[in-house]
């Protein structure tokens, strides 16, 4: 059984990414969707696509979507999601087919980012996993900014 299939495994990382957010002040939304179990099943994102719950775009084309984040972690805090996962529950699960769709949301990143005034720099995160604190099985990039990042990230 691998370390990921091992459910007090699973448990002690999901605690470890709970304690971890907490320590950082970081959104309860955040942490309760640290809950989450690595799985194929809709997410949340596929209700933002297909318009049955509400989200702020801030940029949509033919394969992806921008929206802000619930739970900011900078003034400037948007996903960046493809709107077909086609089997990209993380980015651990990419396959050669992926690249395009990977290329095109790097790309879009770039000119949300632009679009955000984001001129002095900005942070680009894929979570994956229990042990990356990833909270949503549908393949997201993060763009962070309009704060001082640090380094080594937590
Ligand atoms: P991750 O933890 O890397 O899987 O990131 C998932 C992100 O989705 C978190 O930063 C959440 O705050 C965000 N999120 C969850 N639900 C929503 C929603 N309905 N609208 C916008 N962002 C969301």
Redesign the pocket.
Known sequence: MSQQENPSSLRLQILTCHLAASSRNM?S??EA??AAVPSDSRT?FDK?INKE?P?KVVFEDDKVLA?????P?APT?I?LIPKVRDGLTGISKAEKKHCEILGRLLYTAKLVAKQEGLDDGFRL???DGPN??????HL?I?LIGGRQMNWPPG
């Not at 990356?132 to 099985?137: M, R, T």
């Open positions: 959104a939304e955040k969707a640290l949340i933002i719950i989200a929206l802000r984040d619930i739970a972690q805090h996903l995160v894929i979570n990356g604190c990833q909270s949503v099985y997201h993060h």
